[in-house]
């Protein structure tokens, strides 16, 4: 079974950037989509971004549409989400998923995903 492993968190101030990244090892994650979530202290976990097996489709959640760009590179087995204009209200621990099924394009459900990763935390500082 795949194994996904975030890294790329940490302590950023507003405005600022950071890149995460979601590296799969074992089976390949190319026939997947892939969902990143986040869960802020207090709250559930929500969906963030999702990108469809081939990378063609994307779709982000409202709140981070435009600051928020997730991307693949099958060769690499890796998953990416580059975060802009990063606000106080996006610190959390934000999760790389697999989808259950090949082929999809990508959905908001967490119940779509089958494999998770153990979460790198986020924290923005106004």
């Known amino acids: 079974q795949v194994q996904l492993r975030e890294s790329g968190g940490g302590l950023v101030r507003v405005g600022g950037s950071l890149s995460l990244s979601c590296a799969a090892s074992?089976?390949?994650?190319?026939?997947?989509?892939m969902g990143w979530f986040r869960q802020a202290p207090g709250r559930e976990r929500e969906f963030v971004a999702t990108?469809?097996?081939?990378?063609?489709?994307?779709n982000y959640a409202d709140s981070v549409k435009g600051r928020f760009t997730i991307s693949r590179d099958n060769a690499k087995n890796t998953l990416y989400l580059q975060m802009n204009s990063l606000k106080p209200e996006d610190t959390a621990v934000y999760y790389c998923?697999?989808?259950?099924?090949?082929?999809?394009?990508?959905?908001?459900?967490?119940?779509?995903?089958?494999?998770w990763g153990q979460g790198t935390q986020v924290t923005v500082s106004s």
């Open positions: 998923a697999e989808d259950t099924y090949r082929w999809r394009v990508g959905g908001h459900a967490q119940s779509e995903y089958g494999y």
């Open positions: 074992g089976p390949s994650i190319s026939t997947y989509a």
């Open positions: 990108i469809s097996w081939n990378g063609g489709s994307r």
